[in-house]
């Protein structure tokens, strides 16, 4: 029973693992969680006692030319590229490590082209805001008026730019053709918003759940009210006026590009990823140099000169949602980074290979780039990137430390009312995907000190542990070792929304519906789960042994019918599940197979469901019939009674999952 049991819960262990890629693993084209074990960054915080370092060139080299080689070096990140500005210049770009692992290539901050992801958004939100100034495009128009298809209401409510661009537009997930690596596979981002408009499963402008479909969304409805190609928009009105000669949105590079192309890794190997075409263009196709991206940083901070009129900027800059007080705010596509009492508005991304940061410490005409060509070990690059932003403020926009604190009685009541469990709001709702939840919800509790113990890899501090969190007020907490906030909204006593500080902008968590909780549906799918193997398990080793010892199986007729059909059913609901867990793990694993070349696998793995889930638990429904029936001897009835049970149990279990998970559907979009 242990061995099968243990059996059960690797198999399961790989569904936890695909889960985790789903939601975090995955190219989301937006900072993306640190593993639970994360690698501890050793570099000591700045002493705000000692006052503020000067920020020039030679000071800057010098903290970077000792944090950033040793850093990536034993994170196992090949090559990195860092840019800093100040007052209207680049102050300085560095490179480091190697462009191409194999040829030793060095990165050159000024020639070398990565990929910012997500940070590719700002330009889309750029040219959002030019033709808002030009009276083209109104931020709180229905966006039906500027498209050829139709975005249907949620309660009567339309879809605007400004839910948008601050991710409030209520969609779920769309992750299909998101990035391949397989050119032939690169679907444009105009054949994918026409193809399929995902479930919106919030009211607009209530719920921050980050949206790549929705950016493209923006960037489509650029394109159709400028009349030009999106790419040919942004290379015209963002890119040329903001002298970014090494930049494009273009898929494949145009060819005097593809040579300063950095090559992105994936950890523990020198072969190269390989170049990344991303479906949601304007949410993220974007590659360019470190000088260029440090040119859109003082366009940004020279109050939109050359690309925006100041006011517009300014606008852009503004808060323009606050998702939970005392976290940080949401701009106009712009998130807020603000620290040490510096307002920064923010911008990060990820595809496979690259990881990269944007900031602008608005008040002090200061930006900061950091994109790295391969996520490291254990996931490094997040961390790393974060403790830059946090060492640079410290270093040069020192402040004191948060004192803010509140009596550990009325801390404990907070961390009591936020214990249970969470689901992010950035998920797939309608689709198999959603399956991702089950295994990827937070759970909160409360430790012995009286605070919240959240282990998650994204709750999880630097060091891989979980965050002593210091109460600094009502519902409100502190990370001792960083900036970090962790912060919760109250409705009638009850805490019914939190998030990070760093992330609360773009993604919250909600209370998870009961009848989806972990909290007692995964132990009862383990359990179902070893039910279902061991009854397949014994099954041909019983008939083996009966053979052997010339035994009789003591059952016939219909009631013998009904035990083949039982086992029979067993048998298929279980390697079902490991069909999914195979599946799923496949399509995250290599992301060509997040394309529509794979809906063949999916739609037959969803037709043998409907047969085996509906089927198996009928058969098994009819075998334990026949048994309670059965009249015989005590000790044999009472065994073969209570496997019965556990076999309705277990088959009606997996039932459940299939159906609010949607594994019981024809989802040819996710």
Avoid: C
């Avoid at 030009?134 to 249907?152: R, S, T």
């Avoid at 517009?312 to 005392?326: C, E, F, R, V, Y």
């Avoid at 397949?536 to 083996?544: C, E, G, H, K």
């Avoid at 992301?591 to 696998?601: C, E, G, M, Q, T």
């Amino acid at each position: 029973m242990r061995k099968a049991a243990a059996f059960v819960a690797a198999i399961l262990g790989a569904a936890v693992l695909s889960g985790a890629s789903a939601q975090t693993v995955q190219p989301t084209l937006v900072p993306k969680p640190a593993p639970v074990n994360s690698p501890k960054v050793d570099t000591p915080p700045a002493n705000p006692a000692l006052g503020a370092q000067p920020l020039t060139a030679e000071n800057v080299n010098a903290w970077l030319d000792g944090y950033m080689p040793i850093s990536i070096g034993k994170s196992d990140i090949p090559g990195a590229v860092v840019v800093v500005v100040k007052d209207g210049q680049i102050l300085t770009s560095r490179g480091y490590g190697f462009s191409n692992v194999e040829k030793r290539t060095p990165v050159d901050p000024h020639t070398t082209l990565f990929r910012p992801g997500s940070i590719s958004k700002l330009f889309t939100w750029t040219a959002v805001m030019q033709l808002v100034e030009q009276g083209k495009l109104n931020l709180d128009e229905d966006v039906n008026k500027y498209l050829d298809f139709k975005i249907p209401p949620r309660n009567g409510k339309p879809v605007t730019l400004r839910n948008i661009m601050t991710h409030t537009s209520g969609f779920e997930e769309q992750v299909m053709d998101l990035i391949a690596v397989d050119q032939k596979k690169y679907v444009p981002y105009d054949q994918i918003l026409r193809r399929w408009v995902p479930k919106r499963v919030y009211d607009p402008g209530t719920t921050p759940a980050y949206s790549n479909w929705a950016t493209a969304l923006a960037g489509y409805i650029v394109s159709r009210v400028s009349g030009e190609p999106f790419e040919a928009y942004i290379q015209r009105h963002i890119f040329a006026p903001a002298g970014m000669g090494l930049a494009s949105f273009q898929q494949p590079l145009p060819a005097n590009l593809k040579p300063l192309m950095s090559e992105g890794y994936q950890p523990g190997s020198n072969k190269p990823y390989g170049y990344e075409y991303v479906g949601v263009g304007p949410a993220g196709s974007l590659a360019a140099s470190g000088d260029d991206m440090g040119r859109f940083m003082i366009a940004h901070l020279n109050n939109g000169g050359p690309l925006l009129k100041p006011a517009t900027a300014q606008l852009m800059h503004s808060t323009a949602n606050d998702p939970i007080p005392g976290l940080q705010k949401m701009s106009l596509g712009f998130y807020q980074s603000n620290i040490n009492g510096r307002p920064v508005v923010s911008h990060g991304g990820d595809t496979v290979a690259f990881h990269s940061d944007l900031h602008l410490f608005l008040n002090d005409g200061v930006g900061l780039f950091v994109s790295f060509n391969s996520p490291g070990k254990e996931g490094a690059a997040h961390a790393l990137r974060n403790a830059l932003l946090e060492q640079f403020g410290d270093r040069y926009f020192p402040a004191p430390a948060d004192a803010r604190k509140i009596d550990a009685k009325a801390g404990k009541e907070n961390a009591e009312k936020l214990a249970g469990t969470w689901s992010t709001s950035r998920r797939s709702f309608s689709t198999f995907l959603s399956i991702t939840d089950l295994i990827g919800q937070t759970k909160v509790g409360v430790g012995e000190d009286g605070q919240p113990l959240i282990s998650d890899g994204l709750f999880a501090g630097l060091n891989g542990q979980p965050r002593k969190w210091i109460p600094v007020g009502p519902m409100l907490w502190r990370d001792a070792d960083s900036h970090e906030m962790l912060g919760a909204n109250v409705v009638d006593g009850k805490a019914v929304r939190f998030s990070l500080g760093s992330v609360a902008p773009i993604i919250v968590w909600d209370r998870t519906p009961w009848y989806q909780d972990s909290a007692w549906l995964l132990p009862l799918t383990y359990l179902s789960l070893a039910v279902l193997f061991l009854t397949m398990l014994f099954w041909p080793v019983r008939a083996i042994v009966r053979r052997r010892y010339g035994a009789a199986i003591g059952v016939e007729g219909r009631e013998l019918q009904a035990y083949r059909a039982s086992r029979l059913g067993a048998t298929a609901i279980f390697l079902t599940i490991v069909g999914w867990i195979f599946m799923i793990s496949t399509m995250f694993g290599d992301l060509n197979y997040l394309s529509a070349s794979f809906l063949p696998v999916v739609l037959s793995l969803q037709v043998i469901s409907f047969i085996t889930f509906i089927g198996g638990a009928a058969a098994i429904v009819w075998y334990a019939v026949t048994v309670w029936r059965r009249k015989g001897g005590f000790r044999a009835t009472w065994k073969a009674k209570l496997w019965s049970l556990l076999l309705v149990v277990s088959a009606a279990t997996i039932l459940w999952i299939a159906i609010i998970y949607h594994l019981l559907g024809f989802a040819t979009k996710y």
